[in-house]
């Protein structure tokens, strides 16, 4: 299995842009997260989705970030309009639902690190 | 609410020396415990994981971690610690309380090796 694809690895921008950062997960998986890395603030689980359904956006800091699941392979984040703030480094993971005993393994990419100039 | 601790922001050990990295947490449920590890410029790699049974726990890389519920810890050893080691550790825990899927993380210990 090639693992969870993120694309693209690095992407620079200017603020006011639109930026989309685009995610495929393992096959087979139903859950699938994003995460944003900062020096700052850490690792944050910004949104996740089970079946393409997001479950759980509270982590989402404002409205100019969505995320979109239009099928089971393949989720885009998209920051409109991008600002200096929002640099990091965005993680998408994705996991198999093992039943409520465990063995919930998140399975992550290799990032993407987005620069807002 | 539910959140973990790692008290050591960086660590520094000599090549060949043990290593143990410190996690606590706080969760209202049974907790599955993960530590995961980042070297430089890559996502996280799952090391170990704990949700039940035996509390010594054997993962990759030669890797180990003792889930002590007492003292809500959940602490990362290895007897002997390779240049290759060095990197951040991330522990995190989930369970009932966080819908299962959902996992806390602790802030990181970045791993130096020294020759």
């Known amino acids: 299995d090639a693992g969870v694809i993120q694309s693209p690895r690095h992407e620079v921008t200017e603020m006011g842009q639109e930026v989309t950062l685009r995610c495929k997960p393992i096959?087979?998986?139903?859950?699938l997260f994003w995460y944003r890395q900062t020096m700052m603030r850490g690792l944050e689980l910004l949104i996740y989705?089970?079946?393409?359904?997001?479950?759980?956006d509270s982590g989402m800091p404002e409205d100019r970030f969505s995320a979109k699941m239009p099928n089971a392979s393949f989720s885009t984040l998209k920051i409109q309009p991008s600002e200096p703030r929002d640099s990091a480094v965005y993680f998408c993971?994705?996991?198999?639902?093992?039943?409520?005993?465990?063995?919930?393994?998140?399975?992550f990419g290799p990032g993407t690190r987005l620069t807002v100039l | 609410a539910q959140s973990v601790t790692q008290p050591d922001i960086h660590i520094t050990v000599s090549e060949g020396a043990s290593l143990e990295l410190r996690c606590n947490y706080s969760?209202?449920?049974?907790?599955?415990l993960f530590w995961y590890v980042q070297s430089p410029g890559q996502g996280l790699q799952l090391l170990l994981k704990?949700?039940?049974?035996?509390?010594l726990v054997q993962g990759i890389k030669g890797f180990e971690a003792e889930f002590k519920r007492s003292q809500s810890s959940f602490n990362l050893r290895k007897p002997s610690v390779h240049w290759s080691d060095a990197a951040e550790y991330f522990c995190?825990?989930?369970?009932?309380?966080?819908?299962?899927?959902?996992?806390?993380f602790g802030t990181g210990t970045r791993l130096l090796v020294s020759p």
């Open positions: 993971a994705s996991s198999l639902w093992g039943g409520a005993g465990g063995r919930n393994e998140q399975f």
């Open positions: 096959s087979g998986h139903d859950y």
């Open positions: 989705f089970n079946n393409n359904v997001p479950i759980d």
């Open positions: 969760y209202g449920a049974t907790p599955y």
């Open positions: 704990y949700f039940s049974g035996d509390t």
């Open positions: 995190a825990v989930g369970g009932e309380n966080t819908g299962f899927q959902k996992l806390v």
